[in-house]
């Protein structure tokens, strides 16, 4: 079945950078739109942006333009989201959701936690 | 691009049909029928319920359905039952390949 599984929780200092991993199977890889989105605790979902995996073309909402970075390995059918100069208030759950092609996110991976704190 | 409006909380009795609303502007949900609903039980990742306004994935009882009028969307759950408590989040393609969530919904059972 389609599932995407994500990397292990992470803990950060403020600064820092971090690399959160999706990786997914039950479908072909490069044939959907992989999205990012986060949530910080207590709080609403937030939309970070898109890769294409088959172009590695990118899409980043607006918030995140200088500090997030979206690439993909499809040798191993895996997204990433890097996220540098880590404040505070970048302590979230980061999620990967896959599209299907009619602009809703349609599957999700379970998420990882990052922790910023010194 | 600023979030989409919600109410913060809905309630209802087991049964009963509910309505949540989402509201954003003419250059959001206004000009595109891309407004997706999900579902958040605590700890756990979103589900997707609708896309395109009022369409169901597959799986997805049709106790919930989609509309929209003018620059509103709203997703009613009927039949209330104590599994549907949860978070309920819209969100609406904006052009440019962009996109934007609601401020989130907590559907309350009674």
């Known amino acids: 079945q389609v599932q995407l599984v994500q990397s292990g929780a992470e803990v950060k200092k403020p600064g820092a950078s971090v690399k959160v991993s999706c990786k997914a199977s039950g479908y072909t890889f490069t044939g959907y739109y992989m999205h990012w989105v986060r949530q910080a605790p207590g709080q609403g979902l937030e939309w970070m942006g898109w890769i294409n995996p088959n172009s590695g073309d990118t899409n980043y909402a607006q918030k995140f333009q200088d500090w997030v970075t979206m690439t993909r390995d499809t040798s191993i059918n895996t997204a990433y989201m890097e996220l540098s100069r880590l404040k505070s208030d970048d302590t979230a759950v980061y999620y990967c959701?896959?599209?299907?092609?009619?602009?809703?996110?349609?599957?999700w991976g379970q998420g990882t936690m990052v922790t910023v704190s010194s | 691009q600023s979030a989409l409006t919600q109410p913060a909380s809905v309630s209802g009795s087991p049964g009963q049909s509910i309505t949540i609303s989402c509201t954003g502007t003419?250059?959001?949900?206004?000009?595109?029928?891309?407004v997706s609903w999900y579902q958040q039980h605590p700890d756990k990742a979103p589900k997707l319920m609708i896309y395109?306004?009022?369409k169901r994935p597959s799986g997805i009882s049709n106790r919930f359905s989609g509309s929209k009028s003018g620059n509103t969307a709203s997703l009613t759950i009927s039949g209330l039952q104590a599994e549907d408590e949860a978070d309920y989040y819209c969100?609406?393609?904006?052009?440019?390949?962009?996109?934007?969530f609601g401020t989130g919904t907590k559907v309350t059972v009674l």
């Open positions: 003419s250059s959001d949900v206004g000009s595109y029928n891309r």
């Open positions: 395109e306004g009022s």
């Open positions: 969100c609406s393609y904006v052009g440019g390949s962009f996109y934007v």
């Open positions: 959701a896959m599209e299907l092609g009619r602009q809703a996110f349609d599957i």
